[in-house]
Nanobody
Framework: QVQLVESGGGLVEPGGSLRLSCAAS????????IGWFRQSPGEEREREGV??????????NYADSVKGRFTIARDSAKNTVYLQMNSLKPDDSAVYYC??????????????????WGQGTQVAVSS
């Protein structure tokens, strides 16, 4: 059974850092692309693609809003993908989700292509 579990969220002041983890079970993370998404409060808000890492060459992509501040990385030994978030801003506040789709190898940041999601971890950036 494919399972993803996020952790590492919390409350941080503007300018601070957090590292989110996405631990996988039931499959090997190396074999698939992994995406990070976020959803801000409000029923009409859609999940926004934040970052992704592809299978194989580990190529990465980032939303313009987080480029230069966030870094996605894979730890094969721990079967975990991380999202290092630096210089956090209040606009980064959201529930963050990691996701994958069996058979997906390319780095894409459209939630349409993902069918296995974690439960999410809350990030709040506030003074």
């Amino acid at each position: 059974q494919v399972q993803l579990v996020e952790s590492g969220g919390g409350l941080v002041e503007p300018g601070g850092s957090l590292r989110l983890s996405c631990a996988a079970s039931g499959f090997t993370l190396d074999d698939y692309a992994i995406g990070w998404f976020r959803q801000s409060p409000g029923e009409e808000r859609e999940r926004e693609g934040v970052s992704c890492i592809s299978r194989g060459d580990d190529s990465t992509n980032y939303a313009d809003s987080v480029k230069g501040r966030f870094t996605i990385a894979r730890d094969s030994a721990k079967n975990t993908v991380y999202l290092q978030m630096n210089s956090l801003k209040p606009d980064d506040s959201a529930v963050y989700y990691c996701a994958t789709s069996l058979g997906l190898g390319d780095c894409v940041m459209d939630p349409f292509y993902f069918n296995s999601w974690g439960q999410g971890t809350q990030v709040a950036v506030s003074s």
